[in-house]
């Protein structure tokens, strides 16, 4: 089992930024890639970033490419997203989540096995 707390959710106004952090515990952190999902109201959840392993390769959704960044601190068990720019449509609560098996950074959500509760970020226009 993975256990994964998220952080840093709040209210921003839009073109502010924020740092989401998801802080793991349980198995070895570094055998998992590392994703952030989000879900905003009436939708479905959507892919938001991935990183393999040792944070070589990086995944990103088109529509936040440019503006957030996923990183990973292994000796810290903890995952980040830097969000900047960030507009309206990124309100929604961002979950993190720890996908074993294979290295690759994969933007599917079934193949995730493990999931935080989630932080709640909303960005005001």
């Known amino acids: 089992q993975v256990q994964l707390v998220e952080s840093g959710g709040g209210l921003v106004q839009a073109g502010g930024s924020l740092r989401l952090s998801c802080a793991a515990s349980g198995r070895t952190f570094s055998n998992y890639a590392m994703g952030w999902f989000r879900q905003a109201p009436g939708k479905e959840r959507e892919f938001v970033a991935a990183i393999s392993w040792k944070g070589v390769a990086t995944r990103y959704a088109d529509s936040v490419k440019g503006r957030f960044t996923i990183s990973r601190d292994n000796a810290k068990n903890t995952v980040y997203l830097q969000m900047n720019s960030l507009k309206p449509e990124d309100t929604a609560i961002y979950y993190c989540?720890?996908?074993?098996?294979?290295?690759?950074?994969?933007?599917?959500?079934?193949?995730?096995?493990?999931w935080g509760q989630g932080t709640q970020v909303t960005v005001s226009s």
């Open positions: 989540a720890a996908k074993g098996g294979s290295n690759f950074p994969s933007s599917i959500s079934r193949e995730y096995s493990f």
